[in-house]
């Protein structure tokens, strides 16, 4: 056997050692820690959603968050605009009806 093909094999060895085959069931990823979804990961440790967010995001909208989506998504189709700018979401803010008549107040 030449050097060329000994040293061929021997690198194909190495090679097949640092392969795992994924369909043996083992996953390298497991360390024995639970992993956490990536909404927990993104807001941060103690941070909670408020109850009208959770609610949205699960499905259960507001009348008004509803009516606020439905403006929204019928300036788009409108528009041909699949992704309205800001000044463009505050006029359709306000052709539904919104004004600012409160003083401001920090957002959680």
């Given at each position: 056997?030449?050097?060329e093909?000994?040293k061929?094999?021997?690198?194909?060895?190495?090679?097949?050692?640092?392969?795992?085959?994924?369909?043996s069931?083992i996953?390298?990823?497991?360390?024995?820690e639970e992993?956490?979804s990536?909404?927990?990961?993104?807001?941060?440790?103690?941070?909670?959603?408020?109850?009208?967010?959770?609610?949205?995001?699960?499905?259960?909208?507001?009348?008004?968050?509803?009516?606020f989506?439905?403006?929204?998504?019928?300036y788009?189709?409108?528009?041909?605009?699949?992704?309205?700018?800001?000044?463009?979401?505050?006029?359709?803010?306000?052709?539904?009806?919104?004004?600012?008549?409160?003083?401001?107040?920090?957002l959680?």
């Open positions: 056997m030449s050097q093909q000994s061929e094999q021997n690198s194909n060895k190495k090679d097949q050692r640092s392969v795992v085959d994924r369909r069931g996953d390298i990823r497991k360390n024995g992993k956490r990536g909404l927990e990961r993104r807001r941060g440790p103690g941070k909670r959603l408020s109850p009208e967010r959770k609610a949205a995001e699960e499905g259960n909208m507001t009348d008004e968050q509803f009516e989506i439905k403006a929204i998504d019928n788009k189709r409108n528009n041909d605009r699949p992704f309205p700018t800001w000044t463009e979401v505050l006029e359709v803010i306000k052709a539904i009806g919104y004004r600012k008549v409160a003083e401001p107040k920090p959680e």
